[in-house]
């Protein structure tokens, strides 16, 4: 089978973040046995061996340049290039950054490849990419969009917890665009792939008539061993990216209204926030007794093998949760949000006992001590976790289950 996989995002090293590890992953395991095309374009701070590298894991990388940043000007004619940007995505019914990052060059190549009959199927990894797919592509080839999670639903939860950084501008586009933008770019593909069941109901209420596939993420096991040893002690981590929104929130909702109280309890725990680009306002936390921003690390799973257990207090967001699968995978305790188990049975009748769940400042100081004081409830979480994670979420069941939506067998 020959793929054209389209990722704007560059999808290597795997470990940027949340699009780059599910893009690099099923890449990978459709190479194996199909030959892929990747188009992708230079993201800032992508070096010339990520490059070198990348190219061992496709039959082709063809790359092309972002368009320029748009120029912001003096207060004036700033003013005036956000509102024609505006007026643009309303009209367009289109996420502005998906306009931005379009490409010329890129629809050139993929409408030359459509009309040379060069591929069997058409694979945009990540919602930003659905602009290059015409409506009548999928007359000729498979086309295939794999959504990671639903924008109109990522952009609401924001709102809703308080945690949007321009509350205004995004009720606008979360009423004026979104919506329309997701029910007008589903009617485009022949499959749509989503990661949490969640999401799927969350496409189904914008179209109904669609048939929608399942796919959640995987875990190298081979990164992300289980650990050996129980280490102990009062200390709590929280990983991720930390320039996306919904982590600074996270980190943010922890350290302010979570770790002080749980430090009273315990005046000697410890909360590390590690991962990479950490804004402004999460190196600022750094001020609270006991928090730790390391930025980015030479290997998580050393730090996660350190940890007691690991939180992930998610308030926004759709879509599985590579942090949660990872930590699990590690054999590390996790007391997680809703928002952080999404896509996961870890509780209720008949499932055995894999993370804890916890929502509130209360609801997570509760669990949190119960893991601290329990050496026996985190190695019974410590072992459900992995066994879960090895019965369920591995690249190579992820990548089994893309390909057969890429071969049209839904």
Known sequence: MRILMLSSTFPYPPSRGGTEIRTF?????????????????????VSDDEVAELRNYV???????????????????????????????????????????????????????VAGKKYDVITCEHSVNEIYIRPE?????????????????????????????????DRLYLSLVLKRYEQRYCSKFSQ??????????????????????????????????????????????????????????AARFFALDVFPELQKRYPDATFSIVGARPTAEVLNLHQIPGVIVTGKVPSMVDYLHQSTVCVVPLRTGFGIKNKTLEAMAAGVPVVASDRGLEGLAVDGDNISLTALRANQPAEYITAISQLFEDG???SQLSHNGRQLVEAEFTWDMAGKRYEQVCLGNV
């Open 192 to 249: 749509i792939v989503v990661t949490t069941q969640d999401d799927r109901q969350e496409f189904l209420k914008l179209r109904p008539d669609i048939e929608i596939k399942v796919i959640p993420n995987g875990v190298d096991l081979n990164l992300f061993p289980c650990r050996s040893q129980d280490p102990g002690g009062h200390s709590l981590i929280f990983v991720g990216a930390m320039d996306a929104s919904h982590n600074i929130d």
């Open 137 to 169: 592509f999928r007359n000729t080839v498979n086309t295939v969009i794999d959504v990671h999670s639903s924008v109109y639903g990522w952009m609401r939860d924001h709102l809703e917890m308080g945690a949007a950084q321009n509350a205004l501008r």
């Open 376 to 378: 026996e409830m985190r």
């Open 25 to 45: 992953n099923l890449l990978k395991y459709l190479q194996q046995n199909h030959d892929v095309t990747l188009v992708t374009q230079y993201n800032k701070g």
């Open 59 to 113: 039959g082709e990388l063809v790359i092309f340049p972002l368009p320029p940043e748009p120029q912001s000007g003096n207060m004036v004619t700033g003013l005036l290039a956000k509102t024609s940007r505006f007026i643009e995505s309303v009209v367009k019914a289109t996420p502005p950054n998906v306009l931005h990052r379009y490409s010329p060059q890129i629809q050139a190549f993929v409408d030359g490849c």
